[in-house]
């Protein structure tokens, strides 16, 4: 009996020559020559585990994901190196798990040292911690005030050999915009916190505080380690400043769809929930299996007059024709159309075909790139082609050879 899982009318197809291209076109923007792929959130939608590989495939030497659970998934999945850090918890945190896997762990309140601390004790390994300062973004990390004043316990528990704080880092607020000060604010603050740090007896191994934007915009955030996210699957961190493609990028997910059902409607025929697109003409429409429970945006709905979220289709560059539905879209084929159940649809992919992309979808929703890739739901199967990071196949036994060689005693009771 056949897989039932197998069918699917739609797919996102994940390049990972493209995205080990990718690691590669960025890691040569990195004078340090040292650079963490990140991959949280399901490698922003194009799959954990194959994406992980392509990356360190590409070149990348350290990995980065924001949940335990993606750093044990991608341990549990047989990447065991490079580096690997996580840097979002709660108390609750596997802790013990993660020092047992060999992942880099982030301290950015006092009670996640405190877990660290009694993780090592308990499972007799030395942490690897970085430090996180808040330089600016208001967000997770400890302010300077709070880091000088945890520092002392951090210093403690290194000579005690529970941890050993190998980085101090920060994230950027405003590096896609290239002319706010707030870029160079934070570096400095950075800078400042390392300086104290290492004045009270810390030593680092590395410092990094750039994202995709700082990479491609900011040199001097560079530092030791420098981490892209977006821009590794080939979305601009900054659209109208940064164009992938000048940079040497590939946008590596092309998300497409078997059409459903192709049929004629009459002119002044309401399309879709609320009938917010009604034909202008005698036309052809075809439905499209996709929906916002597949993660596309409900606001790239369409109107006669505004069309929606963009779709590639016999060539055409047309747009979604109505409501967005749960499981559906409708487009207006045109009255020439000679479509049929079952052609291709492109919803967004490279580009270098006219069709749409992902950052044209961010702007028919009013978002960013970010959102339309990593919000693709589980139900989109990832087929990922390409060779990179691909494990070899293992050795398959030479049976002529099995059969010649001579039989090898087994002992009683041994496990056959």
């Known amino acids: 009996m056949s897989d039932p899982t197998a069918y699917s009318p739609v797919r996102a197809v994940v390049d990972l020559d493209a995205l080990a291209a990718n690691t590669r076109a960025l890691a040569a923007r990195a004078p340090s020559g040292q650079l963490m792929a990140v991959v ?30 993606e750093a044990l998934a991608l341990r549990a999945a047989g990447v065991t190196a490079p580096r690997l850090l996580t840097w979002l918890h709660a108390p609750g945190v596997p ?7 060999d992942v880099d762990v982030s301290v950015a309140a006092p009670w996640a ?7 090592a004790r308990a ?11 808040d330089t600016g973004l208001g967000r ?4 300077p005030d ?6 002392p316990a951090v210093l403690r528990a290194e000579a005690e050999g529970a941890l050993r704080a190998v980085g101090l880092w920060s994230h950027l607020a405003a590096a896609d915009e290239p002319g706010n000060p707030v870029t160079a604010e934070q570096l400095a603050v950075l800078r ?9 007896g810390a030593r680092f191994e590395v410092r990094h505080l750039a994202n995709s934007a700082g990479l491609l915009l900011h040199p001097a955030t560079h530092l030791d380690l420098v981490r892209p996210g977006i821009a590794l699957y080939g979305l601009s961190p900054a659209p109208g400043t940064v164009d992938p493609a000048c940079e040497g990028l590939t946008p590596a997910l092309t998300l497409e769809a078997d059409l459903a059902t192709v049929k004629r409607l009459p002119a002044g025929h309401g399309v879709s929930y609320g009938h917010h697109y009604v034909t202008p003409r005698d036309t052809v429409v075809g439905v499209v299996p996709l929906g916002y429970a597949d993660g596309l945006p409900r606001h790239a709905s369409g109107t006669a007059e505004r069309p929606g979220g963009p779709l590639l289709v016999g060539g055409r560059r047309l747009g979604v024709a109505g409501r967005v539905c749960m499981d559906q879209v409708v487009v207006d084929l045109g009255p020439g159309a000679t479509e049929v159940a079952g052609d291709r649809v492109e919803l967004f992919g490279t580009g270098a075909d006219g069709g749409p992309t992902a950052e044209d979808w961010a702007r028919a929703a009013g978002t960013i790139g970010y959102e339309i890739v990593t919000r693709l739901g589980a139900r989109v199967p990832r087929v990922h082609v390409g060779t990179a990071g691909v494990p070899a196949p293992a050795p398959v036994a030479d049976a002529d050879a099995e059969a010649a060689a001579p039989a090898v005693p087994v002992a009683a009771g041994a496990a056959r």
């Open 113 to 119: 040292l405190d877990a660290v601390v009694a993780a």
């Open 192 to 200: 400042a916190s390392a300086d104290a740090a290492e004045r009270a």
């Open 140 to 143: 997770n990390g400890l302010t």
């Open 40 to 69: 949280k959130a399901d490698a922003y939608g194009h799959g954990l585990v194959p994406a992980a590989r392509a990356a360190v495939a590409g070149g990348a030497t350290w990995l980065g994901v924001a949940q335990a659970g």
């Open 123 to 133: 499972t007799g390994r030395t942490a690897r911690v970085h430090l996180k300062v």
């Open 146 to 151: 709070a880091l000088a004043a945890l520092l």
């Open 95 to 101: 802790m013990a798990d993660l020092l047992e896997a």
